[in-house]
């Protein structure tokens, strides 16, 4: 994009465990602004109260056991979305404490290390989003998420299906149709109306 548009300003939407993986990116500089649709950090503790055993045996257990027979994490025969590489799945599955530890999933972590070094240089402006009936991405886990990124205060709201029209949004629901007019328009009015804001700006739910 930077190639082809050398003047256009440039934004970045990320989805879930994406509003983590853009933060390490290497040119994560050249944004403007970061825009999240239900961001956490996948730590299961964060996960709606009636999903975290179940959502522990999966990532811990079922997850490496099968990623090992496979040689992937066939996540798709599952439904559970797209399969997952070996090598991402297995540090996943190894992850079970709050904090964003390399050594705990990679015994080398060189470049974990250097991943989350990245964050706290960034102070691009950031809107999250989040709905109150996901499971995966509650409150607990989009505030654990920024506060990954120290260097800025995000803009942050937390949805209530009911007051934007729907009955169900939860994790995926952004990017259903029916949420075309009653979400969509929300983060396309950030993306237009974003300027450059100070650290201290003001956090909402």
Sequence with gaps: MRARYPDAKLASVAHSIG????????????????????????????YAKGRRVPMAL??????????RIFGYFPASRLRLGEDIPAGMALQWAARRTPELRPEATDPGASRAREMLARFGGIKVPIDALSFSDDAFATAA??????????GVKAEYECVEPASVGLARIGHFGFFRRDA?????????????SSKPESPSAATHD
């Excluded at 075309?180 to 237009?192: F, K, Q, S, T």
Aim: glycine share 12%.
């Design 58 to 67: 999966l990532w811990h257990g079922v997850m490496p056991t099968l990623t």
């Design 141 to 150: 886990g989009t505030r654990r998420l920024l506060a990954v990124y120290s």
């Design 19 to 46: 509003s983590l993986i853009i933060g390490g990116a290497p040119n994560v500089g050249e944004f403007e602004q970061l825009v999240f649709i239900a961001a956490h950090t996948g730590y299961f503790g964060d």
């Design 180 to 192: 075309e007019a009653r979400l969509w328009p929300r983060v396309l009015a950030r993306l237009r």
